[in-house]
């Protein structure tokens, strides 16, 4: 079966949870320690989106303390039941919270958490059965998937936790979702790691708590093995159509380069067609977008409120983004501070133009347009000192790509662009290029550039994809705009 080659939610959207109502779907992915977190997107068809909001959106919801890079949300479950949507997800702290929020609308507002501290482990499922009752089905770390009743209202077990299943052997037997189906219950789970051998499996049995039976053609839906231009294919969940057909969403990579490749954008979320036969869902047929979208996106001053897209690690982006007359200020208050928006495309040119530090009517600092896959994995193009500066850093090493001197308002500009590799299928063929520079009085100056392979998942590790934004390192920055354009296709972007 030909497996979808284009995402229908581009970028770092992992672990995906569908719902319906009526004729509109609803999706839910993770967002780790980014906040606001937990993204909805809404369709009519499954293959275009669109984003309408978060899960948890204020403090109160999220609280960030402690979140590592990695760490903090993952793995939700989006339900609608009884009138209601149930999003229910981990906080991974140093110990793994499990929580429950609700919403009458999708968009939003959704209530405060209950939290279920009995549940003790990652990628809680919510279900109901006949007679309403409603049971939490979870990864407990050393037993697979279990099981408990619950009460949602205050988070209480209400029985002790039964294991249900282990998997056909995978590694990390996680990502549970059931089902009912007919006459059977149908449980859905992820194993094999988020790697390279992730699979999604199946079993089925007489009750939601088994005893199951592993479906004869598991695993249901895997790239492993195979030449497939996206890979790690896996945490997948099941939606019904109205006119009674299937589809399944799930996450992949689209990796790049020499072997043994590199991915940049983090898991995505891909979707396909569902065919029933014997009693067993198989995968169909790919459902995607005829093409990955273009996109702008500009912000300036006059925008008082940041687009929903924009997201800060460990805060809130308008705790650290402030409005000013004369721009944007981000503020370094107890160490760097980022915001930003995820990379959605292979390629992009993002800028950033700089206030003088005579205008900004503050100490000023140092700070500019970063790309980043985490704090130790980021290049950014700053201004401290009257000079700019091109820095890469790749764990614990520093390196300047260049330097040059500059007065007044300053225009950053980040591009991510197709390698130059000096031979076709040699080690230096890395997944693109990052191209740090400024605009002057002749257009654009290269700074820089450096592999992107070093700011990519295979390199960096960890959960999430690449974001771009700003940045400030000491001090204070103030911002005039910001603007990013993506495209899969370079040429949009005029070459490199």
Not at 274 to 288: F, H, K, L, N
Not at 433 to 446: M, N, P, Q, S, T
């Amino acid at each position: 079966m030909q497996l979808p080659v284009r995402p229908v939610v581009p970028g770092f959207h992992p672990d995906p949870s569908v719902c319906r109502v009526g004729d509109v779907y609803y999706l839910a992915n993770s967002s780790f320690e980014y906040a606001p977190g937990v993204p909805i997107h809404r369709s009519t068809d499954l293959r275009t989106w669109e984003h309408v909001g978060h899960a948890l959106e204020r403090p109160s919801q999220l609280p960030l303390e402690g979140v590592w890079a990695s760490g903090g949300v993952l793995a939700p479950t989006l339900r609608h039941h009884d009138g209601r949507f149930w999003m229910i997800s981990t906080l991974l702290t140093a110990e793994p919270r499990v929580f429950l929020v609700t919403a009458e609308d999708a968009a939003g507002p959704w209530s405060d958490p209950v939290w279920i501290p009995d549940a003790r482990g990652i990628d809680p499922d919510i279900a109901w059965d006949e007679d309403g009752t409603c049971l939490l089905t979870w990864t407990r770390f050393g037993e697979g998937i279990v099981q408990a009743e619950l009460e949602p209202r205050t988070g209480a077990l209400l029985t002790e936790r039964r294991r249900l299943w282990q998997g056909t052997g995978g590694k990390f037997p996680e990502g549970p979702h059931l089902y009912r189906v007919g006459e059977h219950w149908y449980l859905l789970i992820a194993e094999g790691g988020t790697e390279r051998g992730h699979a999604v499996t199946l079993a089925r049995g007489p009750s939601p708590s088994g005893p199951f039976e592993a479906c004869p053609g598991n695993p249901v839906l895997t790239a492993r093995g195979s030449d497939d231009p996206v890979q790690s294919t896996g945490h997948a969940d099941l939606v019904q159509r109205p006119d009674g057909t299937w589809a399944m969403v799930y996450l992949g990579v689209r990796p790049r380069g020499g072997s043994p490749e590199w991915h940049v954008l983090g898991r995505e979320t891909f979707a396909c067609e569902v065919r029933w036969s014997e009693g067993w869902p198989g995968t169909a047929g790919p459902i995607q977008p005829e093409a990955v979208p273009e996109l702008t996106e500009h912000l300036t001053a006059a925008d008082r409120a940041l687009p929903s897209s924009w997201v800060a690690p460990g805060a809130f982006p308008d705790d650290v983004l402030t409005v000013t007359d004369r721009g944007r200020r981000l503020t370094a208050k107890a160490g760097p501070v980022f915001a930003g928006r995820r990379q959605e495309h292979l390629y992009l040119r993002a800028s950033a133009a700089v206030v003088a530090p005579e205008e900004t009517g503050g100490p000023g600092g140092s700070g500019g347009l970063e790309l980043r896959i985490d704090a130790r994995h980021a290049v950014r193009v700053e201004v401290a000192d009257g000079r700019v500066r091109a820095v890469a850093r790749i764990g614990p090493a520093h390196a300047v790509l260049g330097e040059a001197a500059v007065t007044g308002e300053t225009t950053l500009e980040l591009r991510v662009v197709p390698h130059r590799a000096a031979t076709p299928f040699g080690t230096d063929l890395g997944p693109d290029e990052v191209v740090a520079g400024l605009h002057g009085a002749d257009g654009f100056r290269e700074l820089g550039r450096i592999d992107g392979r070093y700011f990519s998942t295979e390199v960096a590790a960890g959960m999430t994809g690449r974001m771009i934004g700003l940045t400030c390192t000491e001090g204070e920055v103030l911002f005039r705009s910001f603007t990013y354009r993506g495209a899969d296709d370079p040429e949009v972007l005029d070459g490199r």
